[in-house]
């Protein structure tokens, strides 16, 4: 009964290096979001991926990061330079095919990245 | 465009008192509403969702909620708060391509 697998859980980079999260969705899901939380703050979104495809990257900064979905593997949110504002929980979430609203998300436990 | 606002973003009950955390929305469509929990270190935990069937939600853990149209409101309430529920609660939209919104989340305490 595998739910969402982030991985690292912990990731510790310096200034100007960079970061690589992953995360594997659902078995069966084919949607995925990647998350922002700052500390003490909300969860943001960033972007919203389907298998190849990239649906809505709305909320991602316009430099250094990037993410994919590939055919196969996992998703992979990439952070390039990061800097001390890079620090943060990432969550990712899967949801069922099918783009309707009433899908819910299914959670990762996230990636705390902390940046010295 | 669509937005969500938790009023309050602490509360503090005692262990067997009801619980309420309040939230409210705005959104162009029929939107779907979500409560989730987010405990310490953990992931978000999906507790209830309204999808524009009864309006009165019943969740896990003995949460349940009711959609509002006329006040555009989504209160998550609990009869007897138990220290387990003690976490983080967040109020989400979702418009019909699949977006979501997140409310800037309710820090829980309960004392014993």
């Known amino acids: 009964n595998a739910g969402v697998m982030q991985n690292p859980r912990h990731l510790v980079r310096r200034r100007g290096q960079e970061a690589r999260l992953r995360c594997s969705p659902m078995k069966g899901h084919s949607h995925v979001y990647w998350y922002r939380q700052l500390p003490e703050e909300g969860l943001k979104f960033m972007v919203y991926l389907q298998k190849e495809n990239i649906i809505d990257e709305s909320g991602m900064p316009k430099e250094r990061f990037s993410a994919e979905f590939p055919k196969e593997g996992p998703s992979i949110l990439r952070i390039q330079q990061v800097v001390r504002g890079d620090s943060a929980a990432y969550f990712c979430a899967s949801s069922l095919t099918g783009s309707g609203s009433n899908q819910p998300q299914h959670f990762g436990d996230g990636t705390r990245l902390s940046i010295l | 465009a669509q937005s969500v606002t938790q009023l309050d973003s602490h509360v503090s009950v005692s262990e067997g008192t009801p619980v309420l955390l309040r939230c409210n929305y705005s959104s162009s469509y029929s939107p779907s509403l979500f409560w989730y929990v987010q405990h310490p270190n953990k992931g978000l935990q999906l507790l209830l969702k309204?999808?524009?069937?009864?309006?009165l939600v019943k969740g896990i853990n003995g949460f349940e909620a009711e959609f509002k149209k006329s006040e555009t409101s989504f209160h998550l309430t609990k009869p007897s708060a138990h220290m387990s529920d003690a976490a983080e609660y967040f109020c989400?939209?979702?418009?019909?391509?699949?977006?979501?919104?997140f409310g800037d989340g309710t820090t829980l305490t309960v004392k014993p």
């Open positions: 309204y999808t524009s069937a009864a309006t």
């Open positions: 989400v939209v979702s418009d019909n391509a699949g977006k979501s919104t």
